[in-house]
């Protein structure tokens, strides 16, 4: 396969266009208004690409509560040490300047789908005649019973990016050799399916680059299986070995609960006590999409395949991990790519431009120590009312060292790719 620049990512993402039209809006008077809730992989790609692709014949306003936007993709490699904080945090200023987004740092409260209107916190209102919706995750504090939001002051989840991933770096660099560290892994689906092991790769490499070899990091997955697993066991032995154990579902029995006084897990098996214990819950679409109607009891939204349009409403459109995306995994690449589809088909409506048919792809890299990157990823069009996968890749295990490290440089040419559509 070939590496993936910056000029290529851009392409692959961009023919990935459109496909239902809903009656077009050409406003004698006033340019059409497309609100764009949530400033990540999805929001901000969309807002941005809908300004620059428009050239000024559509109002764009894009509503993120944070002024600074930490990525959650590569935060992983900030936990190593790869990154430093600043590097994966981002403003909106080449937005607003550069394209004439007018960009809300405030709370969107709720969506009124009736009078096509976002409701602020403040109470104020923000008309739309096209609405993208990419709030990305909520988690469901309780899936883990003993969890809950104050609990993860003492067991961080950090699977929402900033000050729990703060919080997580410091309780990882303060652990000594010979203690353990517990991760709960989340059952399916959840926000990136390699993350929590990439997370756990990581870990070990603080730990190693320490010299404390003797310490251990024990994965309880409530799933039997997990992307790239033979990857990631194969980098384990090799790199971390005796470090890292994951018991699954037959092994552990289930996970009954948390006690987060105590630091520990418990499980049919056994009760797990980490210095560090590291909870990931069960997650759902971000709430403001539920409160407005927009998902179904999957609590994730339904959305057309060939438009990323909500089969609920459609002035409304939702990309990204709030989605129900077929075959596509919960990614930032994902939601990149489903929110140029989306952007797409909202100019169609709204001037008439011309759309294509939706093409959509992914990659997922993760870093299992140094210069030993993994990848997976594939090509996607809408077929049999979803988003399927047409062809796949994935590394294979025994690949040579320049193999790897060279995936690992795609990954950092993808993350400033990404971050240019994102925030400009």
């Given at each position: 396969m070939l590496p993936l620049t910056r000029r290529r990512f851009a392409f692959a993402a961009g023919t990935a266009l459109a496909g239902?039209?809903?009656?077009?809006?050409?406003?004698a008077q006033g340019k059409p208004r497309v609100v764009v809730i949530g400033g990540g992989a999805g929001g901000g790609t969309a807002a941005h690409q809908i300004a620059k692709d428009s050239a000024g014949?559509?109002?764009?306003?894009?509503i993120e509560q944070n002024k600074r936007y930490t990525t959650c993709f590569f935060s992983n490699l900030y936990l190593g040490g790869y990154r430093d904080l600043e590097s994966i945090t981002h403003g909106y200023d080449k937005l607003a300047s550069g394209y004439g987004i007018a960009v809300v740092n405030a709370r969107a409260a709720a969506i009124d789908r009736a009078a096509r209107q976002v409701v602020m916190a403040d109470g104020s209102k923000i008309p739309y005649d096209r609405l993208l919706v990419s709030p990305g995750i909520d988690l469901?504090?309780?899936?883990?019973?003993g969890y809950s939001e104050a609990a993860s002051e003492v067991m961080p989840h950090a699977w929402k990016a900033g000050p729990q991933t703060r919080l997580l770096k410091a309780r990882l660099d303060a652990v000594e050799n010979g203690q353990q560290i517990v991760m709960v892994a989340p059952p399916n689906p959840y926000r990136c399916p390699p993350g929590p092991y990439e997370r756990a790769s990581m870990m070990a490499h603080v730990l190693k680059a320490k010299g404390h070899t003797g310490a251990k990091i024990v994965i309880l997955d409530p799933k039997p299986k997990f992307s790239k697993q033979?990857?990631?066991?194969?980098?384990?032995?090799?790199?971390?070995?005796?470090?890292?154990?994951?018991?699954?579902?037959?092994?552990?029995?289930?996970?009954?609960?948390?006690?987060?006084?105590?630091?520990?897990v418990q499980t049919d098996f056994d009760t797990f006590k980490g210095a560090l214990v590291n909870v990931i819950p069960a997650q759902r679409a971000g709430a403001i999409a539920a409160e407005a109607g927009l998902t179904d009891a999957s609590g994730f939204c339904p959305i057309d395949?060939?438009?990323?349009?909500s089969k609920v409403d459609e002035a409304v459109f939702v990309v990204g991990d709030a989605s129900i995306a077929g075959d596509m995994p919960k990614s930032a690449f994902s939601a990149n790519s489903q929110a140029k589809v989306a952007a797409m088909t909202i100019r169609?409506?709204?001037?008439?431009?011309?759309?294509?048919?939706?093409?959509?792809?992914?990659?997922?890299?993760?870093?299992?120590?140094?210069?030993?990157?993994?990848k997976v990823g594939a090509q996607y069009s809408p077929a049999d009312g979803k988003i399927a996968s047409t062809t796949s890749f994935v590394?294979?295990?025994?690949?040579?060292?320049?193999?790897?490290?060279?995936?690992?440089?795609?990954?950092?040419?993808w993350y400033e790719s990404i971050t240019t559509d994102i925030f400009g």
């Open positions: 239902l039209t809903a009656p077009r809006i050409l406003r014949a559509i109002d764009v306003t894009l469901i504090w309780d899936s883990v019973p033979g990857l990631f066991a194969e980098g384990w032995e090799k790199h971390y070995p005796g470090m890292v154990e994951w018991y699954g579902p037959d092994v552990h029995g289930g996970i009954k609960g948390v006690d987060p006084a105590a630091g520990t395949p060939a438009s990323m349009r169609g409506d709204l001037t008439g431009s011309r759309t294509f048919p939706a093409r959509y792809s992914n990659t997922c890299w993760s870093l299992i120590e140094t210069d030993d990157g993994v590394s294979k295990t025994g690949e040579p060292a320049d193999l790897r490290r060279d995936n690992y440089g795609e990954s950092v040419g």
